[in-house]
């Protein structure tokens, strides 16, 4: 493998486990207390399960987009969102939690498979390629880590 095509991989990885000045998406959720999983600040549009929930809906698309050919994606915007401000259960929240990391694992695996090309168009897809589904799981995922910590504050739970 070409140095540059491993130095590309390796920076691709460093955004997807939330390296340089993005957070992670451990620190984002540790520790919030279980009754403001729910809860939307004042004017707020999202409760940290809303945003949580969209994060673990539109990785997982991205992802198997990417994968699986047959895949077919949500309705767009509705079925990005889950339908309740509150998470059912603390199962729910956790299962959620563990889902989003596995998913996230499995794109980064991925983009170090060394047998798939970065560059490529995906056969099933309209010009997407793995880069920039990767780079687009980055960024939303860091966009929505930002809106969780400001929700957080917001809701005076975080730091």
Do not use: C
């Not at 998913?103 to 060394?114: P, R, Y």
């Not at 990767?134 to 880590?145: I, K, M, P, S």
């Amino acid at each position: 493998m070409a140095t540059s095509d491993r130095a590309l991989r390796e920076h691709l990885l460093y955004l997807l486990r939330g390296g340089g000045a993005h957070l992670d998406f451990e620190s984002a959720v540790k520790d919030l207390p279980e009754e403001l999983r729910g809860k939307r600040p004042a004017r707020g549009p999202h409760s940290p399960w809303e945003i949580l929930e969209h994060m673990r809906i539109a990785q997982w698309d991205i992802l198997e987009f990417s994968r699986k050919p047959a895949h077919v994606s949500p309705d767009f915007p509705s079925g990005y969102w889950p339908r309740e401000q509150a998470p059912p259960s603390r199962e729910a929240w956790n299962e959620t939690i563990r889902a989003f990391q596995d998913d996230l694992k499995s794109m980064q695996k991925l983009v170090e498979d060394e047998s798939r090309d970065l560059f490529a168009k995906i056969p099933h897809g309209e010009g997407q390629t793995l880069l920039r589904e990767a780079l687009l799981v980055a960024d939303h995922n860091a966009y929505h880590l930002g809106e969780l910590v400001l929700v957080r504050r917001l809701l005076e739970a975080w730091g």
